[in-house]
């Protein structure tokens, strides 16, 4: 069966993000373990490396948002590739800890070319306000980056070294990733239009101030939130009485979470106006730590807060494209971008200094209390878009 040109765009950005996220972000998953027994580099100079590339991405993610809008993504993504898989190559080859961190620096430009963001302002960039439902099935393939990179990785560990892996996928990238988009995304991206100046429209990005602080400071903590409790969560577990192995089990529910929220927010055809996506994704990551705090079944807790998570992915694509002019998707996903990926990069050790002064105990009322902060800025950019009546069938 010959797919259509649509889904042939997105079954090759899918697979782009299953290999780009597998090989950067969720990378030291399993090689920051040998990367650290061969080199002697302490535990924190190893990890140093992925907030390194998240920094760069949040500080590059800007100029990336106004290339696509200028120009479509697919050169953009075949930059981010490349830089991808020569910090990778870089990577690989490195014998000193400055040259490891370059190595990451320059991953995390290409990061800022080659993962969600980029992809999803290419998808709106090519079908404006259309591209909803793509996004949500993008969203579907990259849920399963860690699931198919992760055994890859420690098979190719196995097999060549750490090095070897870094070399691996660097030609994957080069090899895979580089031809798909080159060769499937458009080469003429389609001709803007700019939005007629009706109040009842979305507006222009130069009159967007509440609505992108909104989802700016949203996405900004929900990224910290989510990043100190993905590299804390056996710390906080354990503290609160779990054996190792439960708390390892009980982690693992919260991947199936994320994919079983993207699935049913995909079965409902994009029938709904994505502000509630963004309540039900921030709502449910609030109850989840409310559900810890609580001591109610830990399972329960954690499949609520994967859900959540699992639906911001969407809500984060796809409210843009519902809220703001659609000439203006790109760049604003740039702008976007920017917050949130910093402050992915700053949360991991400020959860450290956080448990170390003041325990795990603490910490879990402090992920609390900030799953608060994108809840209100939902509820207040809901108001503000039925103010404007933006939304229809509330």
């Known amino acids: 069966m010959i797919l259509s040109q649509r889904s042939q765009v997105i079954s090759a950005l899918g697979i782009v993000m299953i290999l780009t996220w597998g090989s950067s972000f969720y990378l030291l998953a399993v090689l920051a373990e040998p990367i650290r027994l061969e080199t002697g580099w302490g535990a924190g100079a190893v990890t140093a490396g992925v907030s390194l590339a998240l920094l760069a991405s949040g500080l590059a993610s800007g100029w990336v948002g106004r290339l696509i809008q200028r120009d479509g993504g697919r050169r953009v993504l075949a930059g981010g590739i490349t830089l991808i898989a020569a910090g990778l190559v870089l990577l690989g080859l490195s014998r000193s800890l400055p040259v490891y961190l370059v190595a990451w620096a320059v991953i995390g430009l290409g990061m800022a070319g080659a993962l969600y963001d980029a992809a999803f302002s290419t998808l709106g960039r090519i079908y404006g306000r259309e591209a909803r439902s793509a996004i949500t099935t993008l969203t579907l393939w990259g849920g399963f980056a860690s699931t198919v990179c992760w055994p890859v990785s420690a098979f190719l560990v196995e097999l060549v070294g750490w090095r070897g892996t870094c070399f691996a996928y660097a030609a994957l990238n080069l090899g895979v990733c580089l031809p798909l988009c080159w060769i499937v995304l458009p080469r003429v991206p389609p001709v803007l239009t700019v939005a007629t100046p009706d109040p009842a429209l979305p507006v222009p990005a130069s009159q967007y101030g509440l609505r992108f602080w909104c989802l700016a400071i949203a996405g900004a903590m929900l990224a910290m939130v989510s990043s100190i409790w993905s590299v804390h969560l056996i710390t906080i577990m354990t503290a609160q009485g779990y054996a190792l192995a439960a708390a390892v089990a009980l982690g693992t529910l919260i991947g199936p979470a994320q ?51 699992g639906l911001w992915s969407i809500a984060r694509g796809a409210l843009p494209l519902s809220i703001f002019a659609p000439e203006d998707y790109a760049l604003i996903m740039g702008r976007l971008a920017g917050p949130v990926l910093v402050a992915s990069a700053v949360a991991p050790l400020l959860g450290a200094l956080l448990i170390q002064h003041y325990g795990a105990a603490a910490m879990l009322w402090v992920l609390m209390m900030g799953a608060v902060v994108p809840v209100a800025a939902a509820v207040i950019l809901y108001w503000d878009i039925l103010r404007d009546r933006q939304i229809h069938s509330l």
Request: proline content about 4%; overall charge positive; hydrophobic content about 55%.
């Open 259 to 309: 994919v079983g929220a993207r699935v049913l927010e995909m079965m409902g055809r994009g029938r709904h106006h994505p502000i509630w996506t963004m309540m039900a994704s921030t709502g449910l990551v609030l109850l989840g730590f409310l559900g810890l705090v609580l001591e109610i079944p830990a399972s329960a807790a954690l499949v609520a807060y994967g859900a959540g998570n």
